[in-house]
């Protein structure tokens, strides 16, 4: 099967939509105790190079928020995603989310709203709450129905059910059709059944339903042969979207539907979920979904843009074996989380040991305590902390210089994992021409080196705040080979070959 490979530049550097390519493996190396012969699928993907990246967005025209809006978003969608997997999400609100996002408009000096990129902020930044909002989503193409049709499923560690639009699919807002994306029903495949009945189809009490910070996605339940990585499994019970807000109908929504990840017990649809179903039959060797997380700044060195989804084992080819460690999964309600042991800033161990990570991927941040974040940045040579959001009573956001070397590491199962120092400075906070001070606050003067908003982010937002969890995202995420294993309840992590 030939690799397919389409990547999806948004108009800022790190909004990457990457389609995976599919095609199925064997593996003869045994990782911790595998089977001899573990059965896995992989799904590949690429990032375009940086550079080009930033030449278009310079030759463009196009304006983007100011990078702490694009930060704000980054974080609400990290906490919206953080206070549902901890069990927390009635105390974090759609008006809290809100208002941390018009506080921070309000943070951002003047001077700033003008640089050649960025736009002045606007009240339609608060749709940037939603769920999909500028973040990096990684997507794979399965084939659904007889005959067999691709659809783009965006890989979701955050929910545990599949689904496309189905035939007859509505936009919730107003519109009659869910956009320019591939439908599933009677009449484009002969292998579709409803299990629902759908003539009865009441959208105030669904079959299934999933919320989502700005809208919701619901549906009737169906059946139809789906293949992902050359595998058929035949039959398999899953969601179609008859209801959909516009976060998925847009046409610029590159994906057709979702593949939720996450343990079976959270799925809203109350089915096996596909991970399940292809174990279950032997397809695959463990309900294990691991992940390489592709890095688009590492344009000069294809082995590591390239990135990869496994289901069913870990891809010996892809980790050190060595560094290979194996913990205990610490979240309870569905999700995976990890003992921290530690966090080690340029060599400097901060003496905490009692911290948990949740891991997920679909979160691009590394969301903390602010007091840790106070402490993990006065330890970064050039770092500073926005003075306008203490003015404005915010937590604070940190700023690093672009080309900052401290290493940060996580300790996992007795191992440090360093974060690219590169993946810390995310997003310059001006272009760097010294136009303006750029220290990502407003003391004026000139800093000599171009400053990055941190990809290291307090998570508090109005009374919500983080005590000992931190959320591990992609940030965090791009530097490890990280796995899930539902059966044996772990993750497990190792160093990138
Ligand atoms: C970009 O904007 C400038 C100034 O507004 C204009 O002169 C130029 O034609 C625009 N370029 C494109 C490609 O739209
Ligand atoms: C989640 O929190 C609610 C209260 O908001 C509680 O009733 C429920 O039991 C909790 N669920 C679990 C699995 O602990
Ligand atoms: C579906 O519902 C309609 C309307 O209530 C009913 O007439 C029909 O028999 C139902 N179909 C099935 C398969 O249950
Ligand atoms: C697992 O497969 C068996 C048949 O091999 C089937 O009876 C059972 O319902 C399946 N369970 C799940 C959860 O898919
Ligand atoms: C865990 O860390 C927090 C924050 O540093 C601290 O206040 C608390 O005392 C620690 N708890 C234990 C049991 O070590
Ligand atoms: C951005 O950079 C260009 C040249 O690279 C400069 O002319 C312009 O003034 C800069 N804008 C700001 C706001 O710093």
């Not at 902020?121 to 084939?143: E, H, K, M, R």
């Not at 499994?233 to 807000?245: D, K, P, V, W």
Request: charged fraction near 20%; hydrophobic fraction near 35%.
């Amino acid at each position: 099967m030939t690799p397919y490979r389409l990547c999806f530049l948004d108009f800022f550097i790190l909004s990457l939509l990457c389609s995976f390519s599919v095609h199925a493996h064997p593996l003869t190396t045994p990782s911790l105790a595998p089977p001899a012969d573990p059965k896995f699928l992989s799904l590949a993907l690429t990032a375009p190079p940086v550079n080009n990246a930033l030449k278009e967005l310079q030759q463009s025209n196009i304006t983007q928020p100011h990078a702490y809006i694009i930060h704000q978003q980054h974080l609400n969608h990290a906490l919206s995603r953080f206070a549902k997997m901890t069990n927390r999400s009635k105390s974090l609100t759609r008006e809290i989310l809100v208002n941390a996002m018009n506080n921070r408009i309000g943070t951002i000096p003047k001077r700033f709203r003008g640089v050649h990129w960025m736009r002045e902020p606007q009240s339609g930044d608060n749709v940037g709450l939603s769920i999909w909002g500028q973040d990096l989503g990684y997507i794979a193409t399965a084939q659904l129905g007889t005959p067999p049709r691709d659809f783009r499923l965006l890989v979701d560690s955050g929910s545990a059910d599949l689904w496309v639009g189905g035939e007859g699919c509505e936009s919730n807002d107003g519109g009659d059709s869910c956009g320019p994306h591939p439908l599933l029903g009677p009449s484009s495949s002969s292998s579709f059944a409803y299990i629902s009945n759908v003539s009865t189809f009441d959208e105030t009490n669904p079959p299934w339903i999933l919320n989502y910070v700005t809208g919701s996605v619901s549906g009737v339940l169906v059946q139809d042969d789906v293949t992902i990585g050359g595998v058929k499994i035949q039959s398999h019970a899953f969601g179609a979207a008859l209801r959909e807000s516009n976060d998925f109908t847009r046409d610029d929504i590159p994906f057709d539907g979702l593949l939720g990840l996450a343990k079976k017990d959270v799925s809203q649809q109350r089915l096996p979920p596909l991970l399940s179903s292809l174990y279950n039959a032997s397809l695959i060797s463990a309900p294990i979904a691991a992940y390489k997380l592709p890095r688009s700044k590492d344009h000069h060195n294809p082995a590591t843009v390239q990135g990869e989804l496994t289901i069913g084992a870990l891809n010996r080819a892809l980790y050190d074996p060595r560094t290979l460690v194996q913990v205990e999964n610490v979240n309870p309600f569905g999700y995976f989380g990890v003992q921290m042991g530690g966090v080690v800033v340029g060599g400097k161990d901060m003496g905490w040991s009692n911290r948990t990570g949740l891991v997920d991927s679909g979160t691009v941040l590394v969301v903390a305590p602010q007091m840790d974040v106070d402490i993990i940045h006065s330890n970064i040579p050039g770092a500073v902390k926005s003075p306008s959001d203490a003015a404005a009573g915010e937590p604070g956001t940190w700023s690093v210089p672009c080309d900052m070397k401290t290493r940060v590491g996580i300790k996992v199962g007795g191992r440090t994992f360093e974060l690219d120092p590169r993946d810390v400075a995310m997003w310059p906070v001006d272009n760097g021409s010294g136009g303006g001070n750029s220290d990502g606050g407003d003391a004026g003067g000139t800093h000599p080196r171009r400053m990055c908003v941190s990809g290291i982010s307090p998570g508090t937002v109005g009374p919500f705040h983080l005590d000992t969890d931190w959320m591990l995202g992609s940030v965090f995420l791009k530097n490890v080979y990280f796995a899930t294993d539902e059966e044996k309840d772990v993750v497990l992590m190792a160093r990138l070959k």
